[in-house]
């Protein structure tokens, strides 16, 4: 079975730029996770999808992050613009529905360092 | 506010031995517990989870102690090997009905040859 997969794995650029992730989870689920960790922390939710609607984005900064799941499958997350802080990694999961005990996987993450 | 704490930053074995990653939480309304562990350039893997009507699980060489009164759960590697060397993220998940997962800052495992 394929993973959950991201796109890019790394990126680097200048504040004040935009940039945009790509999340394609494993098939079949329904729910969807976008992640920022910052070095040294643990994961922090950024916005939570049931197919293709929001479920949670209350730590989203939603003044310059915004983030799609169309058709209910791939979804894309979007800095814009982008400033220092957030250079972090985005991680992306999915998870079969949303349950107490359903386990999220896990994508490789992209690397977003902002000069 | 951390409502999941590692306070091990760090923690270093010798191979066979038994490694122990302490976890703590705060809020009374968690439910769920998992342990995930995560290689460099990868996403955390899911190792093992708990939940809070139980107080132990067992998967291979990995067992997970709950104890709710002192919000404490811990995670037992016996034996432990070099290829268990990675970071592990305590996550807790409850109390709500988006079922979020709430993370620890991770301890970081080198188990030596």
């Known amino acids: 079975e394929a993973g959950v997969a991201q796109s890019p794995r790394y990126k680097i650029i200048e504040k004040r730029q935009s940039v945009a992730f790509w999340c394609n989870p494993i098939s079949g689920h329904a729910t969807l996770y976008w992640y920022q960790q910052i070095l040294g922390q643990g994961p922090k939710l950024l916005i939570q999808f049931q197919n293709n609607g929001v479920v949670d984005d209350s730590q989203l900064p939603k003044d310059r992050f915004s983030a799609e799941r169309l058709k209910g499958v791939d979804s894309t997350l979007k800095i814009q613009p982008a400033k220092l802080e957030d250079s972090a990694v985005y991680l992306c999961?999915?998870?079969?529905?949303?349950?107490?005990?359903?386990?999220?996987?896990f994508g490789p993450g992209t690397r977003l360092t902002v000069l | 506010d951390q409502q999941v704490k590692q306070n091990s930053p760090s923690l270093s074995v010798q191979e066979g031995r038994i490694s122990i990653l302490n976890c703590d939480y705060t809020n009374s309304m968690f439910d769920y517990f998992l342990w995930y562990k995560k290689y460099p350039a990868e996403g955390p893997t899911f190792l093992i989870s708990?939940?809070?009507?139980?107080d132990k699980n067992e998967d291979g060489r990995f067992t997970v102690f709950l104890n709710k009164s002192a919000k404490h759960l811990s995670l037992h590697i016996v034996p432990s090997q070099p290829g268990d060397s990675a970071v592990y993220f305590c996550a807790a998940k409850g109390g709500g009905s988006n079922y979020k997962l709430t993370f620890g800052k991770g301890t970081l495992l080198t188990v030596n040859p």
């Open positions: 708990i939940s809070s009507i139980k």
């Open positions: 999961a999915s998870s079969i529905t949303r349950t107490s005990t359903d386990t999220q996987y």
